[in-house]
């Protein structure tokens, strides 16, 4: 049987922008679920079993977003690997707009003779 982290890995890369890490909401609600004073016991219990909820919610929350983690590309590498990773495309971005420059400047000449 698999396991999850090996079907994790299967799944297509997804970007920074669609990681769903918005806890706050969350959060908040279970810090105003225990701040919360009640008089009545009943009210007490089914305010502590609603706050036990939010937690696993919470949970499953975290494990989504560890889950999207895994999937965004080069997260694999380590910090080195990264940047320098980073250097290369850098590297490559300023090659590519020096041509598309060269480019550019050529066909503005060649249409001044025109």
Same mark, same amino acid.
């Given at each position: 049987m698999e396991n999850n982290t090996d079907h994790s890995e299967r799944l297509s ?6 990681? #769903?890490?918005? +806890? ?6 279970? =810090?105003?679920?225990?701040?919360? #004073?009640?008089?009545? /016991? ?6 502590? *079993?609603?706050?036990? $909820? &939010?937690? =696993?919610d919470l949970q499953k929350k975290l494990d989504i977003a560890r889950t999207q =983690?895994?999937? $965004?590309?080069? =997260?694999? $590498? /380590? &910090?080195? #690997?990264?940047?320098?990773? +980073?250097?290369? $495309? *850098?590297? *490559? ?7 598309? *420059?060269?480019?550019? /400047?050529?066909?503005? +000449?060649?249409?001044? +003779?025109?």
């Amino acid at each position: 049987m698999e396991n999850n982290t090996d079907h994790s890995e299967r799944l297509s890369p997804i970007t920074v922008q669609e990681v #769903d890490v918005d +806890f706050l909401p969350i959060v908040y609600e279970i =810090i105003r679920s225990v701040e919360r #004073d009640f008089l009545d /016991n009943s009210v007490k219990v089914q305010e502590s *079993q609603g706050c036990s $909820l &939010k937690v =696993i919610d919470l949970q499953k929350k975290l494990d989504i977003a560890r889950t999207q =983690i895994k999937r $965004l590309p080069g =997260i694999e $590498l /380590n &910090k080195q #690997d990264q940047l320098k990773q +980073f250097e290369i $495309l *850098q590297t *490559q971005l300023r090659l590519k707009r020096e041509l598309l *420059q060269k480019y550019r /400047n050529m066909c503005s +000449f060649e249409t001044s +003779f025109k």
